[in-house]
């Protein structure tokens, strides 16, 4: 139950900082529904880098997220 809560508190700070980014008008079309759910992809290894990207690893079992051209591993903890 921790972990998914957790994961949760990920998705709402990753959406607070998509919505600072558009804000800026950097980020125009990215939308999270109203219920609070993100669909990502699912990858046994890394795609090509895209900054802002974001899918789940089915190797490692961790999202990652491409930020300034690396792939990142998005914590929980």
């Known amino acids: 139950m921790a ?3 957790s994961i949760i508190e990920e998705i709402k700070d990753l959406k607070d900082r ?3 980014l558009e804000r ?5 079309n990215i939308k999270i529904p109203t219920g609070g ?3 990502v992809n ?3 290894s890394d795609p090509p880098v895209q ?3 974001i ?3 089915t190797t490692t079992n961790k999202y990652k997220v491409c930020e ?5 591993t998005i914590t929980t903890s």
């Open 18 to 20: 998509l919505d600072s």
């Open 37 to 39: 759910k993100m669909v």
């Open 68 to 72: 300034n051209g690396t792939w990142k």
């Open 24 to 28: 800026a008008n950097q980020v125009k």
């Open 51 to 53: 900054n802002g990207k």
């Open 42 to 44: 699912a990858e046994a």
């Open 55 to 57: 899918y789940y690893n």
């Open 3 to 5: 972990l998914q809560k």
